[in-house]
């Protein structure tokens, strides 16, 4: 049972970044996901969530109009699309499952 990240890496101000999150172990089609950030120096902050379904989503306003969730149900995945990424987006990106279970995440640079 685990969430693997991958996707991160050293991108400029005003660049994209797509991460994805891998399942499994477990139904992943029944449990919300959701994105968490950590920068350094402060707390985990809630970025976004999807339901089960992929039909509801919801964003921190920090992140809202420039980052997109999604999953694939099919593929056990979900995906947090990043555009126009800023200095201060920089942190360690992780997936959380509802059932509690997280990744160790990936780590998301910009900077110049």
């Known amino acids: 049972v685990q969430l693997v990240e991958s996707g991160g890496g050293l991108v400029q101000p005003g660049g994209s970044l797509r991460l994805s999150c891998a399942a499994s172990?477990?139904?992943?089609?029944?449990?919300?996901m959701r994105w968490y950030r950590q920068a350094p120096g402060k707390g985990r902050e809630w970025v976004a969530l999807?339901?089960?379904?992929?039909?509801?989503?919801h964003y921190a306003d920090s992140v809202k109009g420039r980052f997109t969730i999604s999953r694939d149900n099919y593929k056990n995945t979900v995906y947090l699309q990043m555009n126009s990424l800023k200095p201060e987006d920089t942190a360690l990106y992780a997936c959380?499952?509802?059932?509690?279970?997280w990744g160790r995440g990936t780590q998301v640079t910009v900077s110049s």
């Open positions: 959380n499952c509802d059932s509690g279970l």
């Open positions: 172990g477990f139904t992943f089609s029944s449990y919300a």
């Open positions: 999807i339901n089960n379904a992929g039909t509801m989503t």
